[in-house]
Nanobody
Framework: QVQLVESGGRLVQAGGSLRLSCAASGRTFTSYAMGWSRQAPGKEREFVAAISWSGDNTYYADSVKGRFIISRDNAKNTVYLRMNSLKPEDTAVYYC?????????????????WGQGTLVTVSS
């Protein structure tokens, strides 16, 4: 099973940009679709973005479409989330996850592995 470690979260001003990274251990990284979700204080976890194992296919939550970009580097066993035009409502703990199929990345209880999360705080 793959192990995931997120990094890159910090305090940023509204309108700013940030890139999150998720490093995966193990030799099976390319077996997995990867995704990002987030959980704001007092709210349920919500899907943010997903990418297929090859990187050819991506999809996004409507709330981040056009602002966030998910990508992966299979040679480095790393998936990224580039976040632009950040808003205070983007404040949350961001989690990286691995799953077998990109189509199931919104179904949290079907995913194979989760990271511990990284906190992003957007100030107004």
């Amino acid at each position: 099973q793959v192990q995931l470690v997120e990094s890159g979260g910090r305090l940023v001003q509204a309108g700013g940009s940030l890139r999150l990274s998720c490093a995966a251990s193990g030799r099976t990284f390319t077996s997995y679709a990867m995704g990002w979700s987030r959980q704001a204080p007092g709210k349920e976890r919500e899907f943010v973005a997903a990418i297929s194992w090859s990187g050819d296919n991506t999809y996004y939550a409507d709330s981040v479409k056009g602002r966030f970009i998910i990508s992966r580097d299979n040679a480095k066993n790393t998936v990224y989330l580039r976040m632009n035009s950040l808003k205070p409502e983007d404040t949350a703990v961001y989690y990286c996850a691995a799953g077998r199929f990109i189509a199931t990345m919104r179904t949290f209880n079907a995913l194979d592995a989760w990271g511990q999360g990284t906190l992003v705080t957007v100030s107004s």
